[in-house]
């Protein structure tokens, strides 16, 4: 994924990080917003305060390492990330486990088997 809002010339220059800074330069078509100018923030960008965070789903995401953690989930408001240090057969069973509780998977994966 790549940032919304990158560093004037980040992609040219391997030392100049993608972290934002405001454009200062008296020719710079990036703080004049010129067109094909890599965008600047503004204000009107925000997401309305209950939707940040929040997975494109609507669900507040929750991260997984075993099974025992499904049972503090709220179904309503929570989906489940299983993390990527899980292995295949405790994967199975977290799986196994949430379709049973109801919960659903953000990142799920078919295990066969």
């Given amino acids: 994924m790549t940032k919304k809002f990158r ?47 929040l997975h494109p789903s609507g669900y507040e995401e929750k991260l997984v390492h075993n099974a025992k953690n499904l049972e503090e989930i709220d179904t309503e408001k929570e989906a489940i990330k299983i993390s990527s240090k899980v292995g295949q057969r405790k994967r199975k069973r977290i799986q196994k486990k949430a379709k049973e509780l109801g919960i659903k998977i953000l990142n799920p994966k078919k295990i066969e088997g």
């Fill in 7 to 53: 560093r004037q010339e980040s992609q040219k220059h391997k030392k100049v990080k993608n972290k934002w800074r405001r454009p200062k330069g008296l020719q710079s078509n990036q703080r004049k917003e010129t067109a094909g100018a890599p965008p600047k923030p503004k204000v009107g960008r925000k997401k309305p305060e209950d939707k940040r965070g």
